[in-house]
């Protein structure tokens, strides 16, 4: 074990403190970075999220979530969840492109109501497309009934390079990081899917929750 | 209890989905969502996250953040804080502004790896300004050592208008809500401050975490 001590914040150098920057130079620094619009690049080029407000109880988008075979209904191409054979890893078929396998793995918290859904296209080896997910009551920080839900993306380098080429179901099948600068276009579209499946069901007094299709124990 | 079932998917209007809009057609739909730059208002009006890639160990990372005393380190502006007389609530100084008191409770899961601060100026009766922080394995997410930390803050109406103007400390006193425009520019430079801190104790075999300036038990 180390007995060093953490160097006093006071003697880092290239903070920005108000011991060192008067209130009103904090500012105006701000100000200055403060843009009417920024790039794409900037705002969706390492990292991709969103949030959107569900009018639908956190518990219950919470329960939705984690339950990876509703991705079936909120998502614009993923279907036909399956058990893959190991214990709660599941497969189904990525339509966006034909013949495309899309293995997945569910990682929820019902305390922190995270829910984190570990894919990959074509193999299981890796997820490496981790899709974050977090339902926030939105009564603490929104001051009103129902949801905040984000989804961040964070671009892994398989993006850029598909490590498992040999595994894709033909050779000129395009990649996924292909649509990496599309990502906030197309989350959008889902998360407005998602939005509209929970506050559909909600309103109309049903449960949000809908059995598996193909999943159903025998 | 309702014996209704969930209205199936295929019957909700207003959704974008493989089975009516084809891939090519999702495709265009997202090329023409897609822009060069968006607007700030589009972007950071009515939620504020940022994201950010840190050298140092996700687990040190996390623990850091769950002490709420390290605030004093590295945000701008809070700083001498001390119990506040409820089990887990402190209160410090916002020397942004003069004479404010910031009342803080941070709620924190360590399996998810999540670290909520819940804060107030001027009062503790309604913890309303909620830091949502989480910190992520960049390993799985970035095939690196190290962590992603992700931060998300809601426009809670109470930043348009002071529900407690009368606990003020002095009727001039400027209201943190007409700072939310500069919330990305301002978490930026505390984000940056963040990373700077952990990162330079990390890379020098430092502990990250440091004890509490004021609070040390007596």
Known sequence: MSTSTSTSVDRIPGLTRVESTAPEDMINECLAMTRPAYPHEQVYGRFCTLEEYVDCPPEQVYDYLRQGHHLEEWTFSVRNFEPAGKPGLWVGDDRLEEGTRIFCRVAANPDAMTVDYHCAWDQSDQLWMVYLMRVVPAML??????????????????????????????????????????????????????????????????????????????
Chains 1, 2 share one sequence.
Request: hydrophobic content about 30%; some cysteine; glycine content about 6%.
């Open 141 to 218: 920080v929104l001051n009103r009934p129902g949801s905040v839900v984000t989804w961040t993306n964070c671009r892994h380098p398989n993006y850029d390079a598909n490590p498992y080429p040999q595994s894709a179901p033909r050779p000129d099948r395009p990649w996924i990081g292909e649509f990496w600068d599309l990502f906030h276009a197309g989350h959008l579209v889902e998360m407005r899917n998602l939005k509209t499946i929970l506050e559909h069901r909600h309103r109309n007094g049903e449960p949000v929750s809908h059995p598996p299709l193909r999943a159903v124990p025998r």
